[in-house]
């Protein structure tokens, strides 16, 4: 005859036929798959770039509202030989003269005294080889006369020509000066925005070149300018 079960025994057997069932439960689903599974995922679509708001360019620090940036200005070019300016023009021509001239008279003046030097220096050799001859002590002391007159020369005339160059730097800058404000009209004239040296392009268009057109206004601007 059994016995009735106690409230242990009823527990245990109760919590083995749950156990029993998860058990059968998660068999099939494995059973079942008798190879895996490979996940798939689905493709998100990918958020599209919104467009950013134009934002309009500021000015530069000092540039005005009306001021055009410099990428937008067109490049127009001119050429100018400023040698011809200087040697061709009608104040260089006669500047050029002007100091042929003076140099000339101070190479002649300064030839003159050296000429005037070698005769004296001839004139004591002589002298100190005459019969009766120099005495040694008057021959050093007009010697060293002639040499003490000839470094005072060569003083002089470096003074004199430092002097002319100066007076040349300030003629040729009066006619820079004239030149440049002719350049400038011819630049506005023709609304160049550069103007190159001669001497630093190799070659340029003919109709690039505005010398012709300055030296004319320099000419009638500054005819002559005196050293």
Not at 71 to 98: C, E, F, H, M, R
Not at 146 to 173: C, F, I, N, S, T
Request: aromatic share 4%.
């Amino acid at each position: 005859m059994s016995q009735p079960s106690t409230p242990i025994r009823r527990f245990t057997r109760t919590a083995a036929v749950a156990a029993a069932l998860c058990a059968m439960a998660a068999v099939p689903a494995f059973s079942q798959q008798t190879q895996p599974q490979v996940p798939t995922f689905q493709t998100q679509p990918q958020p599209q770039p919104q467009p950013q708001p134009q934002v309009p360019a500021q000015p530069t620090q000092g540039q005005g509202a009306g001021t055009i940036a410099p990428q937008q200005i067109p490049v127009v070019i001119g050429v100018l030989d400023t040698s011809a300016i200087l040697n061709t023009s009608k104040a260089g021509k006669l500047l050029n003269t002007q100091w042929t001239a003076a140099l000339k008279a101070l190479n002649d003046d300064m030839a003159k005294k050296e000429d005037g030097l070698r005769t004296q220096a001839q004139q004591l050799e002589a002298a100190r080889s005459g019969n009766p001859p120099m005495a040694p002590a008057d021959y050093v002391a007009k010697r060293k006369q002639l040499e003490q007159l000839d470094v005072q020369y060569q003083k002089d005339y470096g003074a004199k020509k430092q002097a002319l160059d100066a007076r040349l730097d300030k003629a040729r800058e009066t006619i820079a000066i004239t030149a440049r404000k002719a350049m400038q009209e011819v630049s506005e004239a023709r609304h160049l925005t550069i103007v190159l040296d001669r001497v630093a392009v190799p070659y340029s268009p003919q109709p690039w070149n505005i010398t012709d057109e300055v030296l004319a206004r320099l000419n009638k601007a500054l005819p002559s300018v005196k050293l």
